[in-house]
């Protein structure tokens, strides 16, 4: 039996599946909102309450990890992998950064669940990125060695967030004025969202409350907020489309891209993705994909507990 979970700032997920030599099958799967517990030790716990035999667990946490411990970015939750296997006798504990667990996952993710945004000119072996927001933006890549991908994790989302348009300039200065160093978390990812809306002057709503307001097209600062997101994470891909030259792919996740982008209309991430000046053509090669498999990230968990 193998325990898998994706540890995020909203959300948790958690899955027991066993593994064969047809792949994994999740028998037991919960999903809880991460605030509501001190610690994940006590939601744990909670999970394991009947205590079936485990195997080997792989916890993906939102936050840099050295394998044994992490504490997460968005949660003041501390994990360690020893600690954890000694309370709940599983003899082997691993973490790994969120992101580079949802990037171990794209192999497991059934067809229906990726949607081509741009088909490009897709490359085999090439690299390919993974990216991300939520409460935070992950990114990470995967680099072709030998016969298979080998995933490299990173804090991509904390680098600076660089403006493209006057309009972004104005909200990078507003948001520098106030907290001083604006990173592309700041506003690719759900508080983003809020962020830019308060920019344009609206209310104090969550960013599922912009999303569906800009959805029913009942708000205009809603739907102008959306759009600037979109703006700002398809320039994110894209640059990131050039640094790691991803002819692989480019894979967008998280249940929030999902929501807002598939069957939508794109078009303001596209372009953004797209306007790389000189280097068009180079991005025009780049495939863009959306995952709209949540549970993406425990896939990849899981797939990390059993090798």
């Avoid at 700032?9 to 599946?17: E, I, M, V, Y």
């Avoid at 990131?240 to 069957?263: E, N, S, T």
Wanted: aromatic fraction near 8%; proline fraction near 5%; include cysteine.
């Amino acid at each position: 039996m193998l325990l898998g979970g994706d540890l995020g700032g909203t959300k948790t997920l958690l899955a027991l599946a066993e593994a064969d030599g047809d792949g994994i099958r999740i028998v037991r799967q919960q999903r809880y909102a991460s605030a509501n517990y001190a610690s994940f030790d006590a939601l744990l716990a909670d999970f394991l309450a009947d205590r079936p035999p485990v195997t080997a667990a792989c916890f993906g946490v939102a936050g840099p990890t050295d394998g044994h411990s992490a504490q997460l970015t968005y949660l003041p939750w501390r994990l360690d992998a020893d600690e954890l296997g000694r309370r709940f006798a599983i003899p082997r504990v691993t973490l790994a950064n969120d992101f580079a667990a949802a990037a171990r996952g794209l192999p497991l993710v059934a067809p229906e669940h990726v949607v081509t945004l741009h088909a490009g000119q897709p490359v085999a072996h090439a690299p390919r990125v993974i990216l991300g927001a939520g409460t935070g933006l992950g990114v990470a890549g995967l680099v072709w060695q030998t016969d298979r991908y080998h995933v490299i994790a990173g804090e991509g989302g904390h680098l600076g967030f660089a403006p493209q348009t006057a309009e972004q300039g104005e909200l990078w200065r507003q948001l520098l004025a106030a907290n001083g160093r604006v990173t592309t978390e700041d506003i690719v990812s759900g508080p983003g969202r809020e962020r830019i809306y308060a920019f344009f002057g609206g209310r104090p709503w969550t960013a599922a409350e912009i999303g569906a307001a800009a959805l029913a097209a009942s708000d205009p600062l809603a739907t102008a907020a959306v759009r600037l997101w979109q703006e700002c994470y398809g320039a994110f891909a894209g640059d990131l489309a050039l640094h790691w030259l991803a002819r692989g792919g480019v894979y967008l996740a998280g249940g929030m891209a999902a929501k807002l982008l598939a069957g939508r209309d794109c078009s303001p991430l596209l372009d953004a993705f797209l306007a790389k000046r000189e280097h068009r053509h180079l991005a025009e090669e780049m495939p863009l994909h959306l995952v709209t498999d949540e549970a993406l990230g425990l896939l990849g968990s899981l797939a990390l507990a059993a090798a």
